[in-house]
């Protein structure tokens, strides 16, 4: 009898001690902030949390509307780390604030596209028509060399290229002379009525109920160097909970959610 109950007592014991180790490790998962844009990027980031949880990452993510504050909020301590821009638009934070901010890993690419509610092909575009674009130096840049391609004017020699963003100023050749109109990238969605067409990013494209496989008249090449990323503050770069964060982003589940929900708006870069 005795052996019994010092038996019973001893496994009481041990399923107490394992119970506590057992909420112990799940109450010390690590919080992360990390900073988005709200429409796609939370989507896939609300998949990204799931998948983070198990490897003991407890991901809080707080959206943004527009593409100045997340680095503003990474670089001041508010978040942990951040994903919504490309590393062309992180170089030029960088270059122009002085943040120390680094790339982790990179997450998609969503190719620039050009829309219109007024016509149905780039050859439509009549001479002087209004052409929206971007108005931050990364995505202007992006918008204008969209434009280049598709034969709509042509930029002055090594504008554009290694670095050097081209601005309107840079435009040698505008045979349509076409007015480029540089608007805040969140606003481009809502000037396609009052311009002939608008260079949008995709994000703001599928917020604004825009199908980028169909509705662009023209859309930039998948291989261009514009993939987004995740960012952390350079101090942070080499901590524990950043290789389990870019390792959750780039699992298979995420992979098969960014294929299936947006259907090649977004192309994954991992």
């Given at each position: 009898?005795?052996?019994?109950?010092?038996f019973?007592?001893?496994?009481s014991?041990?399923a107490?001690?394992?119970?506590?180790?057992?909420?112990?490790?799940?109450?010390?998962?690590?919080?992360?902030?990390?900073?988005?844009?709200?429409?796609?990027?939370?989507?896939t980031?609300?998949?990204?949390?799931?998948?983070?949880k198990?490897?003991g990452l407890?991901?809080k993510?707080?959206t943004?509307n527009d593409?100045?504050q997340?680095?503003?909020?990474?670089?001041?301590?508010?978040?942990?780390?951040?994903s919504?821009?490309?590393?062309?638009y992180?170089?030029?934070?960088v270059?122009?604030?002085?943040y120390?901010?680094?790339?982790?890993?990179?997450?998609?690419?969503?190719?620039?596209?050009?829309?219109s509610?007024?016509?149905?092909?780039?050859?439509?575009?009549p001479?002087?028509a209004?052409?929206?674009?971007?108005?931050?130096?990364?995505?202007?840049?992006?918008?204008l060399?969209?434009?280049?391609?598709?034969?709509?004017?042509?930029?002055k020699?090594g504008?554009?290229?290694?670095?050097?963003?081209?601005t309107t100023?840079?435009?040698?050749?505008?045979?349509k002379?076409?007015k480029?109109?540089?608007l805040?990238?969140?606003?481009?969605?809502?000037s396609?009525?009052?311009?002939?067409?608008?260079?949008?990013?995709?994000n703001?494209?599928l917020?604004?109920?825009l199908?980028?496989?169909?509705?662009?008249?023209?859309?930039e090449?998948?291989?261009?160097?514009?993939?987004n990323?995740i960012?952390?503050?350079?101090?942070?770069?080499?901590?524990?909970?950043?290789?389990?964060?870019v390792?959750?982003?780039?699992?298979?589940?995420?992979?098969?959610?960014?294929?299936?929900?947006f259907?090649g708006?977004m192309?994954p870069s991992?």
């Open positions: 009898m005795r052996h019994r109950t010092l019973k007592l001893l496994s014991i041990a107490t001690v394992a119970f506590a180790i057992g909420s112990g490790a799940h109450a010390q998962n690590q919080v992360i902030k990390v900073g988005t844009i709200a429409g796609p990027d939370e989507q980031w609300a998949v990204v949390q799931k998948v983070a198990r490897e407890d991901v993510v707080i943004f593409y100045v997340p680095n503003a909020a990474l670089d001041a301590g508010d978040l942990d780390a951040n919504f821009q490309h590393e062309p992180l170089d030029g934070q270059k122009q604030r002085g120390k901010i680094v790339s982790v890993g990179l997450t998609y690419i969503s190719p620039i596209g050009l829309y509610k007024k016509l149905k092909s780039v050859k439509d575009l001479q002087g209004k052409v929206a674009i971007p108005n931050d130096p990364s995505n202007e840049n992006r918008a060399l969209l434009l280049q391609a598709q034969g709509l004017l042509k930029l020699a504008a554009g290229t290694n670095g050097n963003n081209a100023l840079d435009v040698a050749d505008n045979p002379k076409l480029l109109l540089e805040d990238a969140a606003q481009l969605p809502r396609l009525g009052d311009v002939d067409a608008a260079v949008i990013n995709t703001y494209a917020s604004a109920g199908q980028p496989t169909k509705d662009a008249i023209a859309r090449d998948v291989h261009s160097p514009y993939a990323l960012a952390v503050r350079t101090q942070d770069k080499g901590k524990p909970w950043v290789k389990k964060l390792t959750a982003y780039h699992s298979q589940e995420v992979r098969n959610f960014i294929n299936t929900q259907k708006a192309v991992f």
